[in-house]
């Protein structure tokens, strides 16, 4: 089994944090975004992941490459890398890692998180994972027969078609069918909202009658801008707790403050007349002084005192010392 992550955009969403790093490298609860992904991926299938392809822009420099390739084999996979220079769109994103494009495989975009507890069909061509939505018409939905079969992807359904929204993570039994029908719209310059598109290889797949099946998942989570993520941060914060993994560093340095759970602490976090907590993250080696903060998320080696804090998102080597409430400030910001 294989695992390829597209994950070439940046993220303007979610300035100024990933000005110096991608999105995807954001952590959550202190794992990075596409790690989590990649780790609840393989715990949903149960089978041994040979190969994790991740498809970066070749800006984004060597350190993010080693840094990927440590998360594959993290997972005992190999790890590849693949560029993709040009926002092309999906389907031309996944082309851009043809050489890994075969046997079973599991494509994800690296700007959600889940939670998900099902079997895989393997009978099926294709496995499309989807999530329950109250607004269908703000998604792509999938159309099922009775046979609950996938027949038909609808982008932003004017009429009511499902409410199973599609959210990124599709199955593939063997990942060269996909290949040659995405060749196909390449070479044909088929194009929807100028760009190539993954659901034009998808659609001519379900037209040669190949069998397509919804695997629905209990949590969907976006990482989009600054406000969703804190969320987000807070929501997969509450599932560890949940499911009583050890968040709190054994190294933190605490002086007369609480933590009231669930949390991620650190190694090397330091904590003084504080009260951190619930639903907060707080990176390796960040300092806490005279502090209330509660639902937000801290990068590592920051610095933060006197503040009162809630839905606030601070990045690496940040300093802040001020009465602002809910902030938004990029890696070695200073704001006093």
């Keep these: 089994m294989k695992i390829i992550v597209p994950m070439a955009g940046r993220g303007s969403r979610l300035r100024p944090h990933t000005l110096t790093i991608p999105k ?36 984004f420099g060597k350190k993010v490459e080693e840094d990927l390739i440590a998360i594959a084999e993290k997972l005992g996979s190999q790890g590849k890398i693949y560029y993709q220079n040009e926002a092309l769109g999906t389907g031309h994103a996944i082309m851009c890692a043809k050489d890994s494009l075969s046997g079973p495989a599991v494509i994800a975009y690296a700007d959600t998180l889940i939670r998900a507890d099902f079997d895989l069909d393997q009978s099926a061509d294709s496995v499309i994972w989807v999530k329950q939505v109250d607004q ?3 998604f792509g939905v ?8 996938i027949v038909e992807l609808v982008e932003k359904p004017k009429e009511f078609v499902s409410d199973l929204a599609v959210i990124g993570i599709y199955y593939f ?17 088929i194009i929807h909202g100028g760009e190539y598109q993954i659901n034009d290889g998808i659609k001519q797949m ?12 209990d949590a969907w989570m976006d990482c989009g801008n600054k406000d969703v993520t804190v969320e987000t941060n807070s929501r997969m914060l509450t599932f560890l707790h949940n499911d009583g993994e050890h968040l709190v560093d054994y190294d933190v340095r605490i002086e007369n ?12 976090v ?26 937000s998320l801290v990068q590592t080696h920051a610095h933060i005192k006197n503040a009162k804090l809630d839905n606030a998102m601070i990045g690496n080597h940040a300093t802040f010392d001020g009465d602002f409430k809910s902030i938004s400030i990029g890696d ?3 704001l006093e």
């Design 173 to 189: 039994k063997d990942a060269a069918v996909l290949k040659n029908e995405l060749q196909y719209v390449l070479d044909n310059n």
């Design 142 to 149: 999938i159309q099922l027969n009775e046979a609950n079969e």
């Design 24 to 59: 995807p490298l954001i952590p959550i609860a202190g794992k990075p975004i596409v790690h989590r992904l990649v780790e609840d991926i393989a715990g949903v299938l149960g089978q041994k992941i040979d190969e994790i392809a991740f498809i970066i822009h070749e800006s």
């Design 206 to 217: 379900m037209a040669k009658g190949m069998k397509f099946v919804p695997g629905e998942v």
């Design 257 to 268: 403050s609480t933590i009231i759970p669930p949390c991620y602490i650190g190694e090397d």
């Design 136 to 138: 269908p018409e703000a």
């Design 270 to 295: 330091v904590l003084i007349n504080s009260v951190v907590g619930p639903n907060v993250s707080l990176g390796k080696g960040t300092h806490v002084t005279n502090t209330k903060i509660q639902n």
């Design 332 to 334: 070695y910001s200073v």
